[in-house]
């Protein structure tokens, strides 16, 4: 069929693939749950949206799952540390900030970050300060500093 017979709003942009970030994909054994979860779930939705013809749902799901794969495919889990004398990614940290508010963080993978539940991605400034340090130790936090008082 000609293009010129076909509604304009029938066309399809293909959706840009999203960008895979330039660090190594570490990931905590949860982390790899999560992934592997969210390929499963854009799997149904893939699934759903060609039963139904969505065109707008297919691409969608389709670059989601084209990431989330990525991800999945070079995913490098790594063990929780052994060793709580310095920070390392999968470590929690308890710190206290130079206005005494106590914070704790667990470093982990890009993927798995949410700083709102005290996730913070390996990669970040706050997770570059932290890590080979120790308790006693006072890293550079945000506009002020910050003491390690406690690793897990």
């Known amino acids: 069929m000609s293009r010129a017979f076909v509604k304009e709003s029938d066309a399809v942009e293909e959706l840009p693939d999203k ?9 905590t054994p ?17 699934a759903e949206a060609q039963q139904a013809s969505d065109r707008d749902a297919i691409q969608r799901a389709s670059r989601d799952l084209r990431y989330w794969k990525q991800r999945l495919a070079t995913a490098e889990v790594q063990k929780p540390p052994s060793d709580r004398a310095a920070v390392a990614f999968g470590s929690v940290v308890t710190l206290e900030r130079d206005d005494g ?23 970040s400034p706050l997770a570059q300060a932290l890590i080979e340090k120790s308790v006693g130790d006072v890293v550079h936090a945000g506009t002020g500093e910050a003491e390690i008082i406690k690793i897990e």
């Not at 960008?19 to 990931?27: A, G, Q, Y």
């Not at 949860?30 to 893939?46: D, F, K, N, S």
């Not at 704790?104 to 798995?112: H, Q």
């Open 19 to 27: 960008l895979i970030s330039e660090h190594r994909n570490l990931v």
């Open 101 to 123: 508010r106590i914070q704790k963080y667990r470093i982990v993978g890009e993927d798995e970050s949410d700083p709102a539940k005290g996730k913070i991605s390996y990669v």
């Open 30 to 46: 949860e982390g790899l749950t999560l992934i592997e979860a969210e390929v499963e779930r854009l799997q149904a939705e893939l």
